[in-house]
């Protein structure tokens, strides 16, 4: 089956505790994205890779790293995790830059 | 920066009106506009997407036109039902060259049986 997965779905975990929010797509897809939804402000791009090895800025990359090292990998890593990062992300994933994105399930991460 | 606004934030329509959502885009090089629904607790789902070379794409009940000169794009849906009632967002990228992609803030849409 097609599909987007991320993990953890839920994680409450504590400022400056590093985590990654690890994501994978078996579409061989070439182009990946985070995004974080906060009510009122809809989604917003954290970081995008169009391949493997290319990654750009979104919208608001303050705070996340991201790394692609095989297609269909795409981990997002807050290495100093702050309260204002708490919020529900999505990773998704695209076959182009003009097609469909397929989201993944989300994974809410609560930062105390 | 770029953005887009996206009105109404909140819709109520009876079952079987017509409802509208509207977006306004800033950065002119943007050339794809996608649309997706979002239910309660779900991910977004792609309901239809347009392309900067066409002015106006239908699948069934729903349809989507774009005014690049006024930089504006609308979803039209048609015959609701109390199924079509989740969030709607409305999203702009560059498509070619690029992939960031800028996301209005989201339209709750009721309908009332």
């Known amino acids: 089956e097609a599909q987007v997965t991320q993990n953890p779905r839920y994680l409450i975990t504590v400022t400056g505790k590093k985590l990654t929010v690890t994501c994978s797509q078996n579409?061989?897809?070439?182009?990946m994205s985070w995004y974080r939804q906060d009510p009122g402000l809809g989604l917003r791009q954290i970081y995008y890779?169009?391949?493997?090895?290319?990654?750009d800025k979104g919208d608001v990359p303050e705070g996340y790293k991201v790394s692609r090292k095989e297609k269909r990998n795409f981990p997002l890593i807050l290495e100093s995790p702050s309260p204002n990062q708490t919020s529900l992300y999505f990773c998704?994933?695209?076959?182009?830059?003009?097609?469909?994105?397929?989201f993944g399930p989300g994974t809410r991460l609560t930062v105390l | 920066g770029e953005n887009v606004e996206q009105h109404p934030s909140t819709l109520s329509v009876q079952e079987g009106d017509s409802a509208v959502i509207k977006c306004t885009y800033s950065?002119?090089?943007?050339?794809?506009f996608p649309w997706y629904k979002q239910e309660l607790g779900k991910r977004p789902q792609l309901i239809i997407d347009i392309r900067s070379n066409v002015g106006e794409k239908k699948d069934q009940r729903i349809a989507v036109t774009l005014n690049k000169t006024a930089k504006h794009f609308s979803l039209h849906i048609t015959e609701t039902q109390p199924e079509d009632s989740a969030v709607y967002f409305c999203?702009?990228?560059?498509?070619?060259?690029?992939?960031?992609?800028?996301f209005g803030a989201g339209t709750r849409l009721f309908v009332k049986a």
């Open positions: 998704a994933s695209s076959s182009t830059s003009e097609d469909t994105q397929y």
């Open positions: 950065d002119s090089a943007s050339n794809y």
């Open positions: 999203a702009a990228s560059k498509g070619t060259g690029g992939f960031k992609t800028i």
């Open positions: 890779s169009m391949n493997v090895e290319v990654t």
């Open positions: 579409m061989n897809h070439e182009y």
